[in-house]
């Protein structure tokens, strides 16, 4: 497994990208034209992790952002392909943006929300460190 900072996007990672972003939500609609923006956002940054056929397996994005409170940082969109979970994949991208941002961002906060129902990925967060806040997310959809 070979873990690296997905810089650029060819035809075949963008279809890999969007093969992972259904099984994180089958039903939000991502797009290659979505993937390409996340890739040359400012502040966002996505971690990947490549078989041995260069085929991306798992990704992480980081996305920091300054507001008038300071920096902040949300973990956005971890997922494993299901065919390879249990390997320790998600983990190590995990562990790759946690020592990312305590080495260049440091201090800074990290925040990321899951759904109760994904129990396994909830322990991995506690078991890395983050803590559960007692907090209400919204959202509107425009």
């Known amino acids: 497994m ?3 900072e997905l810089c650029t ?3 075949s990672q963008i279809a890999d ?7 994180l939500n089958p039903d939000i609609p991502v797009t ?3 993937q390409r923006r996340a890739v040359g956002a400012p502040g966002t940054r996505i971690f990947i992790a490549e078989d041995d056929a260069k085929r991306i397996v798992g ?11 300071g ?8 997922v494993v392909l299901s065919s390879c ?23 800074i906060d990290l925040r990321l929300t899951s ?10 967060y506690q078991a890395l460190g983050f803590e559960q806040r007692e907090t209400n997310v919204y959202k509107m959809s425009l």
């Open 59 to 69: 990704c992480a994005t980081l996305c920091v952002y300054e507001s008038p409170t």
């Open 32 to 34: 290659a034209e979505m």
């Open 17 to 23: 990208l969007l093969e992972l972003m259904k099984e």
């Open 115 to 124: 759904s109760p129902a994904r129990v396994e990925a909830n322990a991995l």
């Open 71 to 78: 920096r902040k940082a949300s973990v956005e969109d971890v």
């Open 9 to 11: 996007l060819s035809d």
């Open 85 to 107: 979970r249990g390997q320790g994949i998600g983990r190590t991208l995990l562990q790759r943006i946690i020592d990312f941002a305590g080495g260049k961002l440091s201090p």
């Open 2 to 4: 070979r873990y690296l």
